[in-house]
């Protein structure tokens, strides 16, 4: 089966630094993709990596190494409207799958 | 473009009765995906429709979830008999093809809501 780990909650203060980790177990693991989510809102998409390595795009970065099924997103230079809920997400096209696997989620709150 | 848009936005429904929830998906995006969140948690899988190949129903939870998907483009999630555990909301997402699975496009979704 697959299975996603990643905190559940997250505190930081405003222009800090967060780092959110996940772990993944999966069969056919083809990239992992991060995802936010304000609360009542739609989930929009960050980030996908489907090689190790950092990707950055503006005031966030994503990580992966496969050989460690290990993935995190970093936020810098917080700000207010980064309270939000982060998911990572495993993609395994192929064959018949071709959905994404959620995380549970990483609650961030945001304190002046 | 227009993104995706999910009708209605609100549902109140009593147990035991049918309902239909509509996704309209990104124009030109074959794929289009179905979850399920309850409040709280994450998104859970549903169903996923690439073209005109054969819907991956793996994750409907019974068999009085369906959902079809007419001319490639809007879809439709029907639940019979609905369940107070069926209150969620439900969320449609759609990406350009399959292969680009891990970059999806979410509607606002629907809230269901089983009296």
């Known amino acids: 089966g697959q299975s996603l780990e990643q905190p559940s909650e997250v505190t930081a203060v405003e222009g800090a630094i967060v780092q959110i980790n996940c772990t993944y177990q999966t069969s056919g693991f083809y990239g992992l993709s991060w995802y936010q989510q304000h609360d009542g809102g739609a989930p929009t998409f960050l980030s996908y990596n489907a090689l190790d390595g950092l990707e950055e795009t503006g005031r966030f970065s994503s990580f992966l190494s496969r050989s460690d099924s290990y993935g995190y997103l970093l936020l810098q230079e917080l700000q207010m409207k980064d309270s939000a809920s982060y998911f990572c997400?495993?993609?395994?096209?192929?064959?018949?799958?071709?959905?994404?696997?959620f995380g549970k989620g990483t609650k961030l709150s945001v304190k002046p | 473009g227009a993104g995706v848009s999910q009708s209605p936005s609100n549902k109140v429904t009593e147990k035991g009765k049918d309902v239909e929830l509509r996704c309209d998906p990104i124009s030109g995006h074959t794929a289009l995906y179905w979850y399920r969140q309850s409040l709280g948690q994450g998104l859970e899988f549903l169903i996923y429709f690439q073209g005109n190949s054969a819907p991956d129903k793996s994750g409907l939870p019974s068999d009085r979830f369906s959902a079809e998907r007419t001319g490639g483009s809007v879809s439709t999630l029907t639940i019979q008999r609905t369940q107070q555990e069926d209150s969620a909301v439900y969320l449609c997402?759609?990406?350009?093809?399959?292969?680009?699975?891990?970059?999806?496009?979410f509607g606002p979704g629907t809230r269901l809501t089983v009296t």
């Open positions: 997400a495993v993609s395994h096209y192929g064959g018949s799958q071709g959905n994404l696997i």
């Open positions: 997402a759609s990406s350009a093809r399959l292969s680009y699975s891990y970059e999806q496009y």
